[in-house]
């Protein structure tokens, strides 16, 4: 029932903040929560996005502080999330997000939260985390090559069949997604531009907010690669693989696998973000 919000990372924090703003409406008068799991700087971050939201009308901002998995077993946090409609996972390393609350009472948590039909926002490692499986490192911004220096790592398994890519343009990360999606192309692969989003009903598709792009790597009609048969550091070779590009209005319904258009406008129209 519930929804996530994937951002690719340096989200507009400043001016028109659009996909924040889609966040604060969605949460409403409920109460969102923060946390900088995944941060080094946990205490910076949480300032910082505390005074957007409030500046943004959420008038209950609560963070989660989680150093630990004690921390992420403990009352206390599951007392800070006892009432959330949405929670907010900041960027950092995505595996300090799984390492520290896979299989512990916050992370059942957040999953009662999304399944009654909540929000669960994540930007950049945030985003990487949403799905089964998650991109962790490797790759460069060429040709992806064959080889172990592709990383990839369990995700929450918020969003299933796909692999999110985050900061994706700007570091040139789509030879790596077409990696992933050599290696099994019955797996959507997901690539977010800085600044730029999808609100994501797993079951049904998303549609794309913000300045960038989302790319969409499907692997459904691939003829041929050579992924499993080449010599390791061989450039890869993929046929036949169908490539989207969607940007803000647009929307992508996963069953048919098939992109639609809508106006940018729309979406600045409806967050009342007009420049």
Do not use: C
Not at 16 to 29: K, N, P, T
Not at 83 to 110: E, H, N
Not at 214 to 233: H, K, L, M, Q, W
Request: charged letters at 25%.
């Amino acid at each position: 029932k519930g929804e996530l919000l994937v951002i690719g990372g340096h989200e507009d924090k400043h001016h028109e903040r659009l996909i924040l703003r889609y966040l604060a409406r969605r949460v409403g008068s409920g109460t969102l929560v923060v946390s900088a799991v995944a941060s080094e700087e946990p205490e910076e971050l949480w300032e910082e996005y505390e005074g957007v939201f409030r500046a943004l009308n959420v008038r209950h901002v609560r963070r989660l502080s989680i150093e630990s998995r004690a921390d992420a077993e403990s009352p206390k946090s599951l007392r800070v999330l006892k009432d959330a409609t949405a929670v907010f996972l900041t960027g950092g390393d995505q595996l300090r997000i799984t390492s520290m609350i896979g299989d512990t009472p916050v992370f059942s948590r957040l999953v009662e939260i999304f399944a009654s039909g909540g929000m669960i926002a994540g930007t950049s490692a945030g985003a990487s985390v949403m799905s089964e499986t998650m991109l962790i490192g490797g790759g460069s911004n060429g040709s992806h090559r064959i080889g172990p220096d592709l990383q990839l790592a369990p995700g929450l398994g918020l969003a299933h069949d796909m692999v999110i890519d985050q900061h994706f343009a700007e570091r040139g990360r789509i030879g790596r997604l077409l990696g992933v999606v050599a290696q099994n192309p019955r797996i959507l692969g997901v690539g977010l531009d800085e600044n730029t989003a999808i609100a994501l009903n797993p079951s049904r598709g998303f549609r794309v907010l913000g300045e960038g792009a989302v790319y969409v790597v499907d692997g459904a009609t691939v003829t041929n690669t050579n992924i499993a048969e080449e010599e390791r550091d061989r450039a890869m070779s993929i046929y036949n693989v169908t490539v989207h590009l969607l940007t803000q209005g647009d929307r992508f319904t996963i069953a048919t696998r098939t992109p639609s258009s809508a106006p940018a406008e729309s979406i600045e129209k409806e967050l009342g973000a007009a420049s």
